[in-house]
């Protein structure tokens, strides 16, 4: 019965060669969020979708981007992976109201080794 | 300064302990305080969600969140050794039209059987 399902879980790839993860919810959620989250380390919110609306975080690298082509679904462009991009990804999904916020409910992520 | 900070462990106790996990922050504009678990290799699991100051049970586990001091808490009562794993606390607060959560970097608990 797994909510936020994140494909693949493992994804290798070559030194700036792009790479597209991918998350899909169930829960109906209006918020999806991509965080990056390195060994030991928080995780760090790379950007999100309120619906279509992106919102992306002021310190994310342009290489990052994302796509929402419907509610259930969201994608995590990298179009040139360099060596410190090696991490894991979480994809995350709330649903936010006018006036409160759920909390996030996170998929297990995909883990990217960069070669 | 960090917003929020965390003593990032390791925390190592016996099985049957009660364990105390906590986090302060600086701004007093956060409203929802969470912890999450997460398991080596996984992604975080939510375990309790708050809103106010005061204590949240729900199991072996209570959260306390004293806003007055800018402190939450995450007790673990008989703690298990499937409890080991890594706490992170975390809180939002609105910016905009949107909120924002963050973590602090996590405790490692290891309960030993």
């Known amino acids: 019965d797994a909510m936020v399902i994140q494909n693949p879980r493992y994804q290798v790839t070559q030194f700036g060669k792009p790479v597209t993860l991918s998350c899909s919810q169930t829960l109906n959620h209006n918020v999806m969020y991509w965080y990056q989250q390195k060994s030991s380390q928080a995780p760090k919110l790379l950007f999100h979708y309120y619906d279509k609306d992106f919102n992306n975080e002021a310190d994310t690298p342009d290489n990052f981007q994302s796509r929402r082509p419907n509610t259930s679904f969201c994608f995590l462009d990298i179009r040139s992976p360099g060596l410190g991009d090696a991490a894991m990804y979480l994809c995350?999904?709330?649903?936010?109201?006018?006036?409160?916020?759920?909390?996030?409910?996170f998929g297990d992520g995909t883990r990217l080794s960069i070669l | 300064q960090k917003e929020v900070e965390q003593d990032p462990g390791p925390l190592s106790v016996p099985e049957g302990a009660i364990v105390s996990l906590n986090c302060t922050y600086s701004?007093?504009?956060?409203?929802?305080f969470m912890w999450y678990r997460q398991y080596s290799r996984k992604g975080p699991e939510l375990l309790m969600y708050?809103?106010?100051?005061g204590n949240k049970e729900d199991g072996r586990f209570t959260a306390q969140v004293d806003k007055s001091s800018k402190y939450i808490s995450l007790f673990i009562r008989d703690s298990q050794p499937s409890d080991s794993a890594t706490y992170l606390c975390?809180?939002?607060?609105?910016?905009?039209?949107?909120?924002?959560?963050?973590f602090g970097s996590g405790t490692r608990l290891l309960v030993r059987p």
């Open positions: 701004n007093s504009a956060f409203q929802y």
């Open positions: 975390a809180m939002s607060r609105r910016m905009d039209s949107s909120y924002k959560l963050i």
């Open positions: 708050t809103y106010s100051s």
């Open positions: 995350a999904t709330s649903r936010r109201g006018r006036v409160n916020n759920q909390p996030q409910h």
